[in-house]
């Protein structure tokens, strides 16, 4: 039995967008088959008002033959696999961001991104499938493209004159995590330290596998708090230890976020790149039942600033 709250059931959508599909909110489904069959609620609602509607969806995904057939409305697909309706190919990464190639019906453009990472290459193709299907001509979208802004706590870069590189991104998934570390490694000139944790009162069963993930893509982790809740944060970093200690990882634990993140940067060197996990945009932590202000990038910065600015 589908949990089914209907939150969305008034809304009659246009078109609709599946980028992936990965273990999270376990916390609330009974399963991951549950999970699904709620993700695929929109799109069996695609078209049901008569409107013209339609979907986008993820060729490369595992589960994106199942979106396409569940949708009522006509389907685009995206991808890095030959076979996607909007195809991306010949990706290379600078600092100043992403170039690739998008393929559409029988004809290549090149395209520029102000972002990082494959996974942002995917965001874009959907977002470019998504407008064509509104009748925007692909010139437009792709010049647009070049200019969007970063987005707060994904990937976000925190700007300094001096010091290691600090990413601060809200990967709090096992997806999320192996997606921005590869990124990361493919760009770093030093090593990579990651802080990193997992949140309370959620699915406990990620929080192994997360760990096993830092430990396997970076150089160096420091495991803390996130957003404990009721939990006990001290229980909460043991599970994700578990999993560290499958692997050969080099790692500390500091409990306590804001002295995590200030080692991080202590310990980094000007060529190091330093990633921030888990509450990208988030501007607070929630120990217990009350949030207390918290900010990835405003620690970082601070961090930077004392490390750097002292006389």
Same mark, same amino acid.
């Given at each position: 039995?589908?949990?089914?709250? /209907?939150?969305?059931?008034? $809304?009659?959508?246009?078109? =609709?967008?599946?980028?992936?599909?990965?273990?999270?909110?376990?916390?609330?489904?009974?399963?991951?088959?549950?999970? $699904?069959?709620?993700?695929?609620?929109?799109?069996?609602? $695609?078209?049901?008002?008569?409107?013209?509607?339609? /979907?986008?969806?993820?060729?490369?995904? @595992?589960?994106?033959?199942?979106?396409?057939?569940?949708?009522?409305?006509?389907?685009?697909?995206? /991808?890095?696999?030959?076979?996607?309706?909007?195809?991306?190919?010949?990706?290379?990464?600078?600092?100043?961001?992403?170039?690739?190639?998008?393929?559409?019906?029988?004809?290549?453009?090149?395209?520029?991104?102000? $972002?990082?990472?494959?996974?942002?290459?995917?965001?874009? #193709?959907? =977002?470019?499938?998504? &407008?064509?299907?509104?009748?925007? @001509?692909?010139?437009?979208?792709?010049?647009?493209?070049?200019?969007?802004?970063?987005?707060?706590?994904?990937?976000?870069?925190?700007?300094?004159?001096? *010091?290691?590189?600090?990413?601060?991104?809200?990967? !709090?998934?096992?997806?999320? &995590?192996?997606?921005?570390?590869? +990124?990361?490694?493919?760009?770093?000139?030093?090593?990579?330290? #990651?802080?990193?944790?997992?949140? %309370?009162?959620?699915?406990? +069963?990620?929080?192994?596998?997360? %760990?096993?993930?830092? %430990?396997? =893509?970076?150089?160096?982790?420091?495991?803390?708090?996130?957003?404990?809740? +009721?939990?006990? @944060? !001290?229980?909460?970093?043991?599970?994700?230890?578990?999993?560290?200690?499958? +692997?050969? /990882?080099?790692?500390?634990?500091?409990?306590?976020?804001?002295?995590?993140?200030?080692?991080?940067?202590?310990? =980094?060197?000007?060529?190091?790149?330093?990633?921030?996990?888990?509450?990208?945009?988030?501007?607070?932590?929630?120990? *217990?039942?009350?949030? !207390?202000?918290?900010?990835?990038?405003?620690?970082? &910065?601070?961090?930077?600033?004392?490390?750097?600015?002292?006389?």
């Amino acid at each position: 039995m589908v949990r089914f709250q /209907g939150r969305v059931s008034p $809304l009659d959508f246009r078109g =609709a967008v599946f980028t992936n599909l990965t273990q999270d909110h376990l916390d609330y489904h009974k399963d991951f088959a549950d999970y $699904l069959q709620a993700k695929l609620i929109l799109f069996r609602s $695609l078209s049901q008002s008569g409107r013209s509607a339609f /979907g986008v969806v993820n060729f490369d995904d @595992p589960y994106g033959k199942d979106f396409i057939a569940a949708s009522k409305a006509p389907v685009f697909t995206f /991808g890095l696999n030959p076979g996607a309706d909007f195809y991306g190919s010949a990706i290379s990464m600078s600092p100043g961001g992403t170039l690739f190639d998008l393929e559409y019906d029988e004809k290549k453009y090149r395209v520029k991104i102000p $972002l990082l990472g494959n996974f942002n290459v995917y965001n874009a #193709l959907a =977002a470019i499938a998504l &407008l064509h299907g509104e009748n925007l @001509p692909l010139p437009f979208i792709i010049d647009s493209l070049s200019r969007v802004e970063q987005v707060r706590g994904r990937f976000q870069k925190v700007d300094f004159p001096k *010091g290691p590189v600090v990413l601060v991104d809200y990967a !709090h998934s096992p997806d999320g &995590l192996i997606n921005i570390l590869k +990124t990361a490694n493919e760009i770093k000139k030093g090593r990579l330290i #990651l802080v990193f944790g997992c949140g %309370g009162d959620r699915d406990k +069963t990620k929080r192994p596998i997360m %760990g096993k993930i830092g %430990g396997e =893509a970076s150089d160096f982790a420091i495991i803390t708090s996130d957003n404990p809740r +009721t939990e006990d @944060p !001290h229980a909460i970093i043991a599970m994700v230890e578990a999993g560290m200690k499958e +692997t050969d /990882g080099e790692y500390i634990i500091i409990a306590d976020r804001r002295e995590a993140i200030k080692e991080a940067i202590r310990q =980094a060197k000007e060529e190091d790149l330093v990633v921030i996990a888990g509450k990208g945009h988030e501007d607070y932590q929630i120990v *217990g039942k009350v949030k !207390h202000h918290f900010d990835d990038f405003e620690e970082a &910065l601070a961090a930077l600033k004392d490390r750097y600015q002292k006389v």
